[in-house]
Each structure stands twice: as C-alpha cells, then as structure tokens.
C-alpha cells in the first residue's frame, strides 16, 4: 500500500524567503510523485510531477522539487516566495496497478508580508 | 474553456433530501473520479471510471452512486443526506494512471 506523509501542516514565511514544503511517502512499488496547489475556493492544479529521469524537477511559478528514492522523499522548494504563493499544497503519489492517486493531508503555505 | 466542469458550485440541502453533482470534462481523458475534501482540507477518493467502466469503489456508503453515461461526464448521485456529508466534492480526469488529475472547482454541499 501507499501512502504520504506532509510533515508540516502549516508553513509561515516572509515574503522574498525561501521555503521547504516537505514529503514522504511510502511505497512498495515504483512511484510517480506529484505536487498540486490549491488556492482558496479552487480546484487543485499541479505544480510539478516526477515520473522517471532527472531527481531535481522544475514546476511552475518558480517552484522546483527533487525526488530521493534513499530518504523516500519529495520536498517542494521555492527561493523567494511572494504573497501570492499564499495556498494548500498538496504532495500526491501514484504508482502501478491501478488509478489510485493518494494525498498527503496538504501543507498550508502562509506568506506574510 | 473550463477543462473538468462540476456543477453546481454550491449545495444547500437538509437531512434526507436526495441530491445530484455533474461533472463533464472536455479534454478527452478516459479516466474520471470524485473525491470528498473534508474540513480540514484532506482528500479521500471516493470513485473512478475507466470509459464508463467502475475501476476503484473505495469504503463509501451504498447512498452515493456514480453514474458515467458517456466517457466525458460523470456524476454522483447522493441518497438520504446526512450532515456528515458536508463537504466539498471535486471531480476529476486523467488520460492513465501515471499522469496527473485535472480538477473541476468543486462542489460545496451542506446538509442543514
């Protein structure tokens, strides 16, 4: 069985900073990895995905994340966050043998000015 | 064009009532599910179908029933309210398994 673990639920950080969303998962086939962002009274859209080939993964609106298959994690990065990265991140993971994506419980990002 | 449309946005129904959420996708995808977002944001899926075909059914109660009648729309069809289901209800789509979700806006019901 798989599952994701999203080890902050919430995340408050100034404006220009960095930030780490952070997430595991377990698995005991291979997985493809997925990170969504939901904006207040919206659906999910996806930030960025891993399927095969390079660990580091670049996203949309500056966001990047990086697979490792050691630590069995998926951490979401960003550099300089703006207010409007203000949201629900949600880490999620599929895997063979089925259409079953899973969710992490999601990580609220507050930016603060 | 919206890609995963779900109507209606809101749902304010009481105990009992029967009631019904649509959804339609118009990106070709041959896969759709629904998911229940509860109030502390988390996500539980609930159904999918595979070109109108049942593919996963998880632990939901026999009052909610998918009907897909085409591969593009799928809708969820709500017996005997309770107020435990108050939630928000997103339909999506995929073209496979390994390739992400597109979401609708989702649904917001609420059992008085």
């Known amino acids: 069985a798989q599952s994701v673990t999203q080890l902050d639920s919430q995340v408050p950080v100034f404006e220009e900073a960095p930030v780490e969303l952070r997430c595991n998962y377990s698995?005991?086939?291979?997985?493809?990895l997925f990170w969504y962002v939901q904006y207040p009274n919206q659906g999910l859209q996806l930030l960025l995905k891993?399927?095969?080939?390079?660990?580091l993964v670049k996203g949309i609106n500056g966001f990047e994340a990086e697979f490792n298959k050691s630590q069995t994690s998926f951490h979401l990065r960003k550099p300089s966050v703006h207010i409007s990265d203000t949201a629900e991140y949600f880490c999620?993971?599929?895997?063979?043998?089925?259409?079953?994506?899973?969710f992490g419980a999601g990580t609220r990002l507050f930016v603060k000015a | 064009d919206t890609a995963v449309s779900q109507t209606p946005k809101y749902l304010v129904t009481q105990m009992g009532n029967d009631k019904s959420i649509k959804c339609e996708q118009n990106?070709?995808?041959?896969?759709m599910y629904w998911y229940k977002q509860d109030s502390k944001k988390f996500l539980k899926i609930m159904f999918s179908?595979?070109?109108?075909?049942?593919?996963i059914n998880e632990t939901v109660p026999n009052r909610f029933s998918p009907k897909s009648p085409d591969k593009a729309h799928l809708n969820l069809h709500i017996n005997s309210l309770e107020l435990g289901d108050s939630a928000v209800y997103f339909c999506?789509?995929?073209?496979?398994?390994?390739?992400?979700?597109?979401f609708g806006n989702g649904t917001r019901l609420t059992v008085t």
């Open positions: 891993y399927l095969s080939g390079s660990t």
């Open positions: 698995s005991s086939v291979s997985v493809y």
């Open positions: 990106l070709g995808h041959d896969t």
């Open positions: 179908y595979n070109n109108k075909e049942l593919i």
């Open positions: 999620a993971v599929s895997g063979t043998g089925g259409f079953k994506t899973i």
């Open positions: 999506a789509s995929s073209q496979e398994e390994r390739t992400p979700l597109h």
